[in-house]
């Protein structure tokens, strides 16, 4: 077994403490990563305060992981020691699915999260990125583009995938007309990701003062959304919109701005239900729908799109020992755009 060090949350009403635990030995097909830099995600701070129910203590957070190859298992081909090797929220799937064959393991029923998750290999629970070191399949690591900064390519892992994954999945390019809710750590990964894939970008923001943000992240217009003079403007113009916000919004709203055939997508999960106006959809024949994050080859994809296009996150790089306080900013949207650990 491997000695590893690690922050863990040791109950839902506890702040994240130093853990000492044990990854499992290199397999054939094992990689084994020395962590350099993980990101914090608010989903980390759902599953610390077991805001979503089944979080297993001690859990150690951490899904958006870059680090250094330092052990490869005997049958490895995709990796040598001293390559820089990335995990994102997925370390294992059933495999032969119809998910799996077809390349979309996020949505495998029997996938095996990078954190508190029950482990195929070991049968224990997983324990993330907010640690010295991980062992996982080669399969579902992957490869950082040279050149790419590595601390800015740590949220690439799921909030790059997240945005990234709808864009494509619904087409989006040169001619439209996209809008991106919300400037935080998806949504400005949505901004750059729309900006670089051709589209005309349109930042809704709630926020003043992430106009300029907005505008030097790629957004060609801001558009506050409180004002509803400037929201009838974009009336029935919009081909796609991705809605980044975790906080429980007035859906319509956007759905009244999409042309015929439009889709609102929401990659923000709000905690409660939230209505729709269902004439906004009947009318212009739209769509509402939902997309998780990408398999293991579209975040390749997403990954080398990145390297040809030197993009990466915004990002407040912290020490370990300042995570509880990142935590606390990220409630309060005090962050652009991403807090990244420096292990």
């Known amino acids: 077994m491997i000695p590893t060090h690690g922050y863990a949350a040791f109950s839902a009403t506890a702040p994240l403490a130093p853990f000492k635990f044990e990854r499992r030995e290199v397999g054939p097909k094992d990689i084994h990563i020395e962590i350099l830099f993980c990101g914090v995600c608010h989903s980390d701070i759902h599953q610390a305060r077991n805001e979503w129910d089944g ?23 995709k990796f040598k020691e001293g390559d820089s090797a990335a995990v994102g929220c997925l370390v294992d799937s059933c495999g032969h699915c119809d998910h799996c064959r077809e390349d979309q393991e996020q949505y495998c029923p ?96 709630t926020s003043p003062n992430k106009v300029k943000d907005g505008l030097a992240l790629g957004a060609h217009e801001v558009v506050i959304s409180k004002n509803e003079d400037e929201m009838k403007k974009h ?57 998780l994050i990408g398999g293991i080859r579209e975040t390749q994809e997403m990954l080398d799109f990145c390297g040809e296009r030197n993009i990466t996150s915004e990002i407040e790089l912290i020490k370990i020992n300042q995570i509880n306080e990142a935590f606390e900013r990220v409630l309060k949207s005090d962050v652009k755009y991403r807090f990244v650990i420096g292990m």
């Open 235 to 291: 009336a029935g113009s919009f081909h796609f919109i991705l809605n980044t916000v975790s906080a429980p919004i007035d859906v319509s709203t956007y759905l009244n701005l999409l042309r015929r055939d439009g889709t609102v997508c929401q990659v923000g999960a709000p905690p409660t239900p939230v209505p729709v106006q269902l004439f906004s959809l009947i009318f212009c024949r739209g769509s509402l729908a939902g997309s």
């Open 110 to 205: 029997n996938k095996t999260f990078t954190y508190n998750s029950p482990d195929s290999q070991t049968g224990a629970m997983t324990y993330g990125g907010y640690s010295s070191n991980i062992v996982v399949k080669e399969d579902f690591a992957l490869k950082v583009p040279k050149g790419l900064d590595l601390a800015g390519t740590a949220p690439l892992l799921c909030a790059g995938i997240t945005t990234y994954s709808p864009l494509r999945h619904w087409k989006v390019g040169k001619g439209q007309k996209v809008g991106v809710v919300g400037l935080g750590g998806l949504g400005h990964m949505g901004v750059k990701f729309a900006n670089a894939l051709g589209a005309h970008v349109v930042l809704f923001t």
């Open 55 to 77: 979080t297993q203590f001690p859990v150690v957070p951490g899904h958006e992981i870059v680090g250094r190859v330092v052990k490869v298992g005997r049958d490895v081909k």
